[in-house]
Each structure stands twice: as structure tokens, then as C-alpha cells.
């Protein structure tokens, strides 16, 4: 009998645990489907609050609609990435003001569409929200809205004239790039950003024929000048994004105190650019401002600068020396890559943090002292700094695994302080007769002998001797033109002994008569110099250029 209650209670158990098992996928299905709706047209997701949500697609065809700002309980508020892209039928759209946000490529494409009105409540149009809607004519924006991002309206053909309203803060890269039909922008004095050409190729930006091309508040958006040092007005209080890039005249850039900050790629790439000097009014410098400027070499930075900015000076192969003001506490990713020609840095106390790269194939850098206020380096901050020979640490900032790597010529590497950490590898393929200097405590030990380096006492550190290490290219230069110099002194010695070999020969072996006089007449032998002129001739004519 006890045999028998216990298998019913077993199997009873068991029924009860597959019944469970299969409720809990079935239950996970009811959740997933209670977060979308379907209702015919429309299709919306159920947003985490429980109470919104957005249009994740549309599958009516109709030619004039109004968004809805509904659906059963919930309150519409965004339209989600793609929901309407391509749609061929829509040409007229009204947004109602319970949408905030627009996603990016939300009507893109949308080749039918006419008229667009859009409410103020709607703050933000994201990235390519409109692009290619090429029969769009009439856009409508209310006050309110803050931002239109990169390439939103691009290549809206068609589009004639547009009204910002004094809300906007923000317009992204290309945002009306390509609207060959528009010639009347009015811009907003509030705007904070203009993105790069933003209104290129319109034919507004056509008409701005004047040297200085200013929008907003004081912002120059286009440089139309032909001077290698322009004088900038005191109207101008920001470099806007591209203003300058890839001008080929400008020179020298003397920053007035009118100007509070350089925007996202606002000199990148200035073909003759030497010289950079700036007041210390200026705050903020954005990424790239300065990358590509190949002979750039000269650059004062504001003392009120609070960052390096992403691939700021990035490929500025002719920078030699730096002082990053005690300001900036932040050298951010790429900050100073490339730039191969960099001798000396001078980080101030206020540096906390240099990330992934910042300095990387930064081969003229002999020594770096690390201030400090350093807190951490990143990744590959220094890696393949070749001519890098000595790195002292005055803080005890983290150090990652390859922070030096392949600093090939790194021989000495001195803490003043210990690191509160250190990865393994953190000096990957440097020299292997690399020297670490500390207080020799048991942490340091523990490191030097886990990695095989060699170990010695801070107070026995030698005065920092620059041992002139050269650049790859340097390198290569020189060994070429030596080689080359050795390769022409060998060539006229050869000449010269081929010259007095026939010489004499000639002379020894020149036969006489009997009488003692000279059988025949040879002709001249050769010249010294027309000798050495036919033995140095080029072999080859010079290679014809292949079309």
C-alpha cells in the first residue's frame, strides 16, 4: 500500500511540474503579444511606462493622413525607426501634438509625400527622418521644436522655403543637403548648432556671397575669403562645423576673444594651415577641428580648454611640440594620433585621464612625464610610440594591458608613486632590456618578476639622456641617402681605376717601329670627365606615365 502511494504522489508531482513547465513559454508569448497592437493600418509597440506607445509600421494606403494620438488606453508618442519608409501613397501628413519624438528614416523616401505639418510638442526629428521625400513642398513647424538631425530633409528637391522656429537648438550634419529648390531659410538667433553643410548645395547657400557667412548668434558656418590669414570681425563668437575644411589658402588662424568654441571639424584638413593661436576665451574645441592639417606646427591652446577632443589634431604630421593647458582634464581618444613629427609634451597637474589612443605612431616622442593628477590611461594610449625611451609616473593612475605597446625603444619606465593597478602586459613588446625604477615594494616585485623586466630603486634612476631616436621614415630616409652616397663614391673610384688601368695598358703595350718611332696613330683615348659623364648616365630613360 506505501509502495503504491508513493508512485501516485510521485506522478502527481511530476504532472504538476510539467504543467509548469509548459505554462511558463505560453505565458511569455501572452506578454510579448500584449505589448503590440495591431489594428489594421497601424501597428504600436507598448512603451515600458505601461501607458504610451509608439508606431512601430504602417499598412494603410491612404493619401491624407492625420496621425492618431490614441489607441484604446495608451497615448501615442513616437514614431519608431523605418515605420514609414518608402511608402508610396502618403501626400499629406499631420503629426499631433502627443508625438515627441520622430525616429530616424521614420518617412524616408516617402517619394509621394507633399505637405508635412509638424506640431511643437514634437521636439525632436531624427537622423534622415525625411531624406529623399522628393515631391515634399510645404513643411509646417511649430514652436517647440529643438532638434533636426543628421541629413533630415536631405534631398527634398522640391522643398522651396522653410521657417524654423526660434525653438531650434540643434541642425545636424546635412540636414537640408541637396534641396536644389530652396532659397528662403529663416534661422533662428537661438541656434546652438549648425551642422556641417547643413544647407549645402541649396540655392540659399549659393547667394551668401560675403566672406564671412554668419547664422544664428554669431556663427560662421562658410569661409568665402581668399586670405592666408583671415581677420576675423568681432561678430563672429563660433567656428561652426566645416567652416574652414579643406580650405586650401589659409595659413595662419589668430583667434579673436569673441570666439567661445570650434566646432566638430571646423579646420579639418586645411591643406596650408601652420599656425593655430587662441585666446583663452575659448571653452570648447569639437572632434576633428583640427585632424589632417599636414603641416600644421604651431598651436597655442586656450588656458580654459577643458578637453582635447576626439581626433582633434589627429594626422597633424608636422605638430612638434604641445602644452595641453592644467585645464584640461580629459585627452580623449586619437586626440594626437599620427601625429608623427611630436617631440615634446607638456601635461599640467589638472590631467585625470588619457584615452584609447591618444597618442598613437606619435614616433618623435623621446620621453612623456605623467603628472600626478593622472587617475587612468587607457588601451593603446602611447601604443607604437617607437622613439619613446623613458615614461615616468608621478600619480598612481590604472594602467591597461598594452597602454606602451610595441614602444620598441622603451627602456625605462619610472613610478614615483604606486600604480593602484597595473595590468600584465601593460608594457607589451617593448625593449627587452626594459628597466622598471620604483620603491621596490612587494607589489612592484611581484610585477617585475611575473613580466621578466629588470628591477631597480627610484633613487638610482639616471638623468634622462635624449638618445635622438628617428622616425621610421627618418630612418629610412637617411639609410637611403647614405647608401645612395656610398653607391656614387664607389662608382667614380671604379671609373677612375678603369681609366688609369687603360692608361696604361695602352701606354705599355703600344708597339714601335724599328726606327723607334710609333707604328700608327691611335685615336685619343677617352677623357677623365667624358668617361666619368658616360659611365653615370642614367641605364634607362625614364619610365613613360601609363594613362
Given at each position: 500500500?506505501?509502495?503504491?502511494?508513493?508512485?501516485?504522489?510521485?506522478?502527481?508531482?511530476?504532472?504538476?511540474?510539467?504543467?509548469?513547465?509548459?505554462?511558463?513559454?505560453?505565458?511569455?508569448?501572452?506578454?510579448?503579444?500584449?505589448?503590440?497592437?495591431?489594428?489594421?493600418d497601424y501597428?504600436?509597440?507598448?512603451?515600458?511606462?505601461?501607458?504610451?506607445?509608439?508606431?512601430?509600421?504602417?499598412?494603410?494606403?491612404?493619401?491624407?493622413i492625420?496621425?492618431?494620438?490614441?489607441?484604446?488606453?495608451?497615448?501615442?508618442?513616437?514614431?519608431?525607426?523605418?515605420?514609414?519608409?518608402a511608402?508610396?501613397?502618403?501626400k499629406?501628413?499631420?503629426i499631433?501634438?502627443s508625438?515627441?519624438?520622430?525616429?530616424?528614416?521614420?518617412?524616408?523616401?516617402?517619394?509621394?509625400?507633399?505637405?508635412?505639418?509638424?506640431?511643437?510638442?514634437?521636439?525632436?526629428?531624427?537622423?534622415?527622418?525625411?531624406?529623399?521625400?522628393?515631391s515634399?513642398?510645404s513643411?509646417?513647424?511649430?514652436?517647440?521644436i529643438?532638434?533636426?538631425?543628421?541629413?533630415?530633409?536631405?534631398?527634398?528637391?522640391?522643398?522651396?522655403?522653410?521657417?524654423?522656429?526660434?525653438?531650434?537648438?540643434?541642425?545636424?550634419?546635412?540636414?537640408?543637403?541637396?534641396?536644389?529648390s530652396?532659397?528662403?531659410?529663416?534661422?533662428?538667433?537661438?541656434?546652438?548648432?549648425?551642422?556641417?553643410?547643413?544647407?549645402?548645395?541649396?540655392?540659399?547657400m549659393?547667394?551668401?556671397?560675403?566672406?564671412?557667412?554668419?547664422?544664428?548668434?554669431?556663427m560662421?558656418?562658410?569661409?568665402?575669403?581668399?586670405?592666408?590669414?583671415?581677420?576675423?570681425?568681432?561678430?563672429?563668437?563660433?567656428?561652426?562645423e566645416?567652416?574652414?575644411?579643406?580650405?586650401e589658402?589659409?595659413?595662419?588662424?589668430?583667434l579673436?576673444?569673441?570666439?567661445?568654441?570650434?566646432?566638430?571639424?571646423?579646420f579639418?584638413?586645411?591643406?596650408?594651415?601652420?599656425?593655430?593661436?587662441?585666446?583663452?576665451?575659448?571653452?570648447?574645441?569639437?572632434?576633428?577641428?583640427?585632424?589632417?592639417?599636414?603641416?600644421?606646427?604651431t598651436?597655442?591652446?586656450?588656458?580654459?580648454?577643458?578637453?582635447?577632443?576626439f581626433?582633434?589634431?589627429?594626422?597633424?604630421?608636422g605638430?612638434?611640440?604641445?602644452?595641453?593647458?592644467?585645464?584640461?582634464?580629459?585627452?580623449?581618444?586619437?586626440?594626437?594620433?599620427?601625429?608623427?613629427?611630436?617631440?615634446?609634451?607638456q601635461?599640467?597637474?589638472?590631467?585625470?585621464?588619457?584615452?584609447?589612443r591618444?597618442?598613437?605612431?606619435?614616433?618623435?616622442?623621446?620621453k612623456?612625464?605623467?603628472?600626478?593628477?593622472?587617475k587612468?590611461?587607457?588601451?593603446?594610449?602611447?601604443?607604437?610610440?617607437?622613439?619613446?625611451?623613458?615614461?615616468?609616473?608621478?600619480?598612481?593612475?590604472?594602467?591597461?594591458?598594452?597602454?606602451?605597446?610595441?614602444?620598441?625603444?622603451?627602456?625605462?619606465?619610472?613610478?614615483?608613486?604606486?600604480?593602484?593597478?597595473?595590468?600584465?602586459?601593460?608594457?607589451?613588446?617593448?625593449?627587452?632590456?626594459?628597466?622598471?625604477?620604483?620603491?621596490?615594494?612587494?607589489?612592484m616585485?611581484?610585477?617585475?618578476?611575473?613580466?621578466?623586466?629588470?628591477?631597480?630603486?627610484?633613487?638610482?634612476?639616471?638623468?634622462?639622456?635624449?638618445k635622438?631616436?628617428?622616425q621610421?621614415?627618418?630612418?629610412?630616409?637617411?639609410?637611403?641617402?647614405?647608401?645612395?652616397?656610398?653607391i656614387?663614391?664607389?662608382?667614380?673610384?671604379a671609373?677612375?681605376?678603369?681609366?688609369?688601368?687603360?692608361?696604361a695598358?695602352?701606354?705599355?703595350?703600344?708597339?714601335?717601329?724599328?726606327?723607334?718611332?710609333?707604328?700608327?696613330?691611335?685615336?685619343?683615348?677617352?677623357?677623365?670627365?667624358?668617361?666619368?659623364?658616360?659611365?653615370?648616365?642614367?641605364?634607362?630613360?625614364?619610365?613613360?606615365?601609363?594613362?
Open positions: 500500500m506505501k509502495y503504491n502511494s508513493f508512485w501516485k504522489k510521485t506522478a502527481v508531482m511530476a504532472a504538476v511540474v510539467v504543467m509548469v513547465l509548459c505554462a511558463v513559454p505560453a505565458l511569455h508569448i501572452r506578454v510579448c503579444a500584449a505589448n503590440i497592437i495591431d489594428n489594421g501597428v504600436y509597440r507598448v512603451q515600458e511606462d505601461g501607458r504610451s506607445v509608439s508606431i512601430a509600421s504602417y499598412r494603410g494606403n491612404s493619401l491624407y492625420s496621425l492618431p494620438s490614441r489607441v484604446e488606453k495608451y497615448k501615442v508618442t513616437a514614431v519608431e525607426s523605418a515605420a514609414f519608409m511608402n508610396k501613397t502618403i499629406e501628413l499631420e499631433p501634438e508625438i515627441k519624438t520622430i525616429g530616424s528614416n521614420a518617412f524616408a523616401e516617402c517619394t509621394a509625400l507633399k505637405k508635412l505639418v509638424i506640431p511643437g510638442k514634437t521636439e525632436t526629428i531624427g537622423d534622415s527622418a525625411f531624406v529623399d521625400c522628393i515634399l513642398q513643411v509646417e513647424m511649430y514652436e517647440g529643438k532638434k533636426i538631425g543628421n541629413y533630415c530633409f536631405s534631398g527634398c528637391k522640391n522643398l522651396k522655403e522653410m521657417k524654423l522656429p526660434d525653438s531650434l537648438e540643434e541642425i545636424g550634419v546635412y540636414g537640408f543637403f541637396g534641396c536644389t530652396l532659397e528662403k531659410v529663416q534661422i533662428p538667433k537661438a541656434l546652438k548648432r549648425f551642422g556641417g553643410y547643413a544647407l549645402e548645395g541649396t540655392k540659399w549659393k547667394k551668401q556671397q560675403s566672406e564671412y557667412v554668419l547664422v544664428g548668434d554669431g560662421l558656418i562658410q569661409y568665402n575669403g581668399t586670405s592666408q590669414e583671415p581677420q576675423f570681425p568681432d561678430s563672429v563668437k563660433i567656428i561652426g566645416c567652416a574652414f575644411a579643406k580650405n589658402t589659409v595659413e595662419k588662424i589668430t579673436p576673444k569673441s570666439v567661445t568654441a570650434i566646432e566638430n571639424s571646423a579639418e584638413d586645411c591643406k596650408s594651415l601652420e599656425t593655430v593661436g587662441m585666446s583663452d576665451s575659448v571653452v570648447s574645441i569639437g572632434d576633428k577641428a583640427f585632424k589632417d592639417c599636414k603641416v600644421l606646427h598651436v597655442q591652446l586656450s588656458k580654459n580648454l577643458k578637453a582635447v577632443s581626433s582633434c589634431f589627429e594626422g597633424c604630421e605638430l612638434r611640440s604641445i602644452e595641453i593647458p592644467s585645464g584640461v582634464k580629459t585627452i580623449e581618444n586619437a586626440a594626437f594620433k599620427n601625429c608623427m613629427a611630436l617631440q615634446t609634451v601635461l599640467q597637474e589638472g590631467l585625470q585621464m588619457i584615452k584609447e591618444a597618442f598613437e605612431n606619435c614616433n618623435g616622442l623621446g612623456i612625464v605623467l603628472p600626478a593628477g593622472l587612468e590611461l587607457r588601451a593603446d594610449a602611447f601604443y607604437n610610440c617607437c622613439s619613446l625611451t623613458r615614461v615616468e609616473f608621478h600619480g598612481s593612475p590604472k594602467i591597461p594591458t598594452s597602454a606602451f605597446s610595441d614602444c620598441v625603444h622603451l627602456e625605462e619606465v619610472a613610478f614615483y608613486q604606486a600604480p593602484s593597478k597595473i595590468e600584465v602586459n601593460a608594457f607589451n613588446r617593448c625593449s627587452p632590456e626594459l628597466m622598471i625604477y620604483s620603491d621596490q615594494n612587494q607589489k616585485q611581484e610585477y617585475v618578476k611575473a613580466n621578466k623586466y629588470q628591477s631597480e630603486n627610484i633613487s638610482k634612476i639616471p638623468d634622462y639622456t635624449d635622438g631616436l628617428l621610421p621614415e627618418e630612418e629610412k630616409q637617411n639609410l637611403f641617402s647614405s647608401g645612395y652616397t656610398a656614387i663614391v664607389i662608382i667614380l673610384l671609373d677612375f681605376g678603369v681609366v688609369i688601368f687603360f692608361g695598358y695602352i701606354l705599355l703595350s703600344q708597339p714601335k717601329g724599328r726606327h723607334g718611332r710609333t707604328q700608327k696613330s691611335r685615336p685619343a683615348s677617352p677623357s677623365v670627365s667624358d668617361k666619368l659623364s658616360q659611365n653615370t648616365a642614367p641605364r634607362h630613360s625614364a619610365p613613360k606615365n601609363k594613362k
